[in-house]
């Protein structure tokens, strides 16, 4: 009985919850957001106007996100990335209830010991901005354009397993719609199945 | 992945003469245990049934997944190594279940659960029997997601029957979703939604509350629950699309589930209309435009007044303290001395508690900033650097010598600085803060580090705050005095017992000088302590040859001269072991008596094994952390329980710098030490026990109370 009771309110909260969820649409402006990144610091999307944005959700405690930050993989295209003039936005949204939640200067200390080459990492443990573009998994990638219309939503790869090795054989899909968005091309795969862990939002 | 057999495959292995040799059809993980089964009632024979599958019993709450896993997640893939001309299908899945996740939806499994796949036999084959070996990879989560697999072994005798697993195979035949004839389902693409219409369902499915579950991976928003409704015999379902919709498929098979039926109904819905492009211009989502502000990640917690009453509270003690009370009761001595007028009496001590509390800000902003800058630091971590240990015991030799008399400050100074300070009676004050907060300092670390290592966890401003809280409390004797000069005069009128105090006051210095070369040879080893001790001799003796008030020039000239050049040559001597990091083992918490370095990767497996940790967070320079050791952890009670429920210790020494555990203390909400850490089997997270250790609380967080 207290089982019965215990999923009926999970599923209420979880259908409560699906309204805010999921909402950006590929090929539509990017919804307008402002943050704190780990550094205490205000980062907005409108302060990238004319530039490239990726937004990569991020979790350290995710199987998935280890394998593509152990095989370098994730360091790697962000390199690329900001090499190129483009922004890189790591958002971790795991809610402060999670165990997975680390506190900014903590997350801040494991990609520099990762050797991040994000822009700037956004805590976002209420989950609006992961809520607001509909970020299910860690990593999910989002690419924005330099006039802000999403133009990319999926996966990193198209190899979902947990094993590192792999990256070096799958296609990376970010590096492929940079490489297209920069040669002044349309993305040719605009939207994949993203896979991972599922973000731990919190159920407020 | 790391797997551990369990008893269980063990004693399966020892009786089972060939697969023992090559493997188990049992894996056993924290989380699942999978077993490769097999039901073929009638033997391996062509044109009989023949099933294998992987049987899994996930522990409560864990879950794995489905073929169309939602949200997130994976399906479990099974890839068999079958004797040539024998094949194995495509896994024939049961119903899965609705598995919400925060806004997120999954479908998979919990429970028991049995992956069955067919198996044909070619005609003639021969043999007596069959080997099956099959690689499994699955992703089970609960809160977290761990991916698994495993390497199964099984030998299936070819002419005999195999049944004994004939209800699970059963169950899960009761559980996979029927096909229905004259069944006919469309989907529709219409608007932001897609829209299913089902008709030819069967009668006793017919006016129910029905849902469904797709096949096809990422068309539709798989948390919206349907709009559902019958008109006559037609069901229809209408649900958002996913906006970030990544296929198109032109027939999307559904299984339909209803409430109370183990199976759901399998149909094949042709899609009729030509799905959008995947950017299609419709309106912007009402939320997209909306302008969102996140709040600062951390609001203000509940404890910030109440952390900044502790840290007056806490800044006041500090004056008892053994290495701040004699400069600072020597400070208010001063009063008793010279009876100065009030206003500057007053305007000294603002300038004193500006000193201190600007120090203590200045301290945290260096703290906070090197942390914002990545550096894994908490607070103490001024003494996690032996150049910082060493400079804070010279500065401590110099205090106790001027106290004991040894040697006068005056003699030293050059007299241009001695005229400043006359002059400038209030930078002299500003600077005498300074200073207190210096000699202070090592005492914060140790008395009041986790206290302030929470604080650190704060938003700057806040944090800052906290600081400036302490210098305050720290100050407040002082500036009281100052400012009203009764309380000054209640002290006991000036005589020859001042002396005889300050020179008393010299003692507790050197027992401060004492505890820091310990706290550097824990650091750097017994070779570093000495260079040290040998630096302070030199010390000594330049203090006294210059500034002894009993030698004359000459004696002074010469002694000095002597003396600085013994002070450098014992500063080249000295200077490479005191740099010299962390010697292999060096440290004073090391594996003894039973305690074990502490790991994450330790206490996981340790938690895999089933049993109970304790893990110590502590620091050579943390009074209380040895407090503890040498008490509670050292008593007869807790020794003998830690042995009896063989309790794993674990110790993580702080003393030096190690991001690893700086992590792991970020990770408990701590920055400071000590932290006491106890993770019981079955328990959802560690228990963190109280900072001021009593026998009574170990023995009951180890399930070994009284």
Redesign the interface.
Known sequence: MQMLARTLV??T???A??A?????????????????D???KTVSLADFKGKHVVLEWVNP????VVKHYSSGNMQGTQREATAKGVVWLSVNST?TD???Y?????M??????QKAAATAT????????G??F?A??TPHMYVIDPAGKLVY??AIDNK???NPADTATATNHVKVALAELLAGKPVST??????????????M | MKLFPSLFALGLAATALVSAAQGSAVVTTPQVRAELVAHAPEGLVPGKPAWLGLKIEHKPHWHTYWKNPGDSGLPTTLTWTLPPGVSAGEIDWPTPKRLPIGPLMNFGYEDTLLLPVAITVPAGFAGDTLDVKLNAEWLVCKDVCIPESGEFVLQLPVNAATAGHAALFAAARAARPQDVAGADAKAAVEGPDLVVRVTGLPVAWQGRELGFLPETVGVIVNAAKPQTSWDAGTWTARVPLDPQRSDSPTTMPLVLTSAGEVAGLRVAATVTTPWPAVAPPAPLPALGNAEITLAPAAAAPPGFVLAVAFALVGGLILNLMPCVFPVLSLKVLGFARTGADRRAQLAGGLAYTGGVVLSFVALAAVLLALRAGGEQLGWGFQLQHPAVVAVLAALFTLIGLNLAGVFEFGSVLPSSWAGAQARHPVADHFLTGVLAVAVASPCTAPFMGASLGAAITMPPVQALAVFAALGLGMALPYLAASAWPALARALPRPGIWMQHFKTLMAFPMFATVVWLVWVLGVQVGIDGAVALLGLLVALAFVAWAVGSPTLGPKARGGFGTAAVLLLVAALVWAAPALRQDAIAGGSAAQASDGWEPWSTARVAQAQAEGRTVFVDFTAAWCVTCQFNKRTTLAADDVKAAFADKQVLRLRADWTKRDPAITEQLTRYGRSGVPVYAVYTPGAAGPRLLSEILSVDEVLGAIGAGR
Request: aromatic residues 6%.
């Open positions: 999970a599923t909260l979880a259908l919850a699906t805010a969820l999921a909402n950006a649409t590929v090929g539509q402006p990017a919804p307008a957001f402002t943050a704190t780990a550094a205490g405690g995710c199987p998935y809610a999670s165990r997975d680390r506190a900014p200067a903590d801040a200390g494991w990609m520099q010991q956004l805590m976002d443990a209420d989950g609006k901005l809520r607001a509909g299910r998994t939503a999926g979902p397993s947990s605009p939207v994949t199945r993203p896979y991972g862990c599922s973000v731990k939002y919190s159920s």
